[in-house]
């Protein structure tokens, strides 16, 4: 059974940084896509940041310049810095994983949360 792990939340002031881990297990193969999520009451889940088994990445418009996700593949762990952090980044985070190979699999995490405070 896949299993998503996310931790490195947390509380930070305006300004600061936070760098989140999505470590996994389970899986005996490389996910083609890992990616950050997040949610926040009342609003929709954000696609925040992806990354491909090649290392190619993309981000949300509203993060660029300022997180950076980056991953192990052979271990399918993703890590998501964040920096200069604002009261707008509030949120769960989540880790994602997904692809579509072996009929398509799209795996989720429990989410870390992250508050972004004075």
């Known amino acids: 059974q896949v299993q998503l792990a996310e931790s490195g939340g947390g509380l930070v002031h305006p300004g600061g940084s936070l760098k989140l881990s999505c470590v996994t297990s389970?899986?005996?193969?490389?996910?083609?896509?890992m990616a950050w999520y997040r949610h926040t009451p009342g609003k929709q889940r954000e696609l925040v940041a992806t990354?491909?088994?090649?290392?190619?990445?993309d981000y949300a418009d509203f993060v660029k310049g300022r997180f950076t996700i980056s991953r192990r593949s052979p271990m399918n762990t993703v890590y998501l810095q964040m920096n200069n952090l604002d009261s707008d980044d509030t949120a769960v985070y989540y880790c994602?994983?997904?692809?579509?190979?072996?009929?398509?699999?799209?795996?989720w995490g429990q989410g870390t949360q992250v508050t972004v405070s004075s």
């Open positions: 994602n994983a997904n692809g579509k190979l072996y009929n398509g699999y799209d795996f």
């Open positions: 389970g899986s005996r193969f490389s996910f083609e896509t």
């Open positions: 990354i491909n088994s090649r290392g190619r990445s």
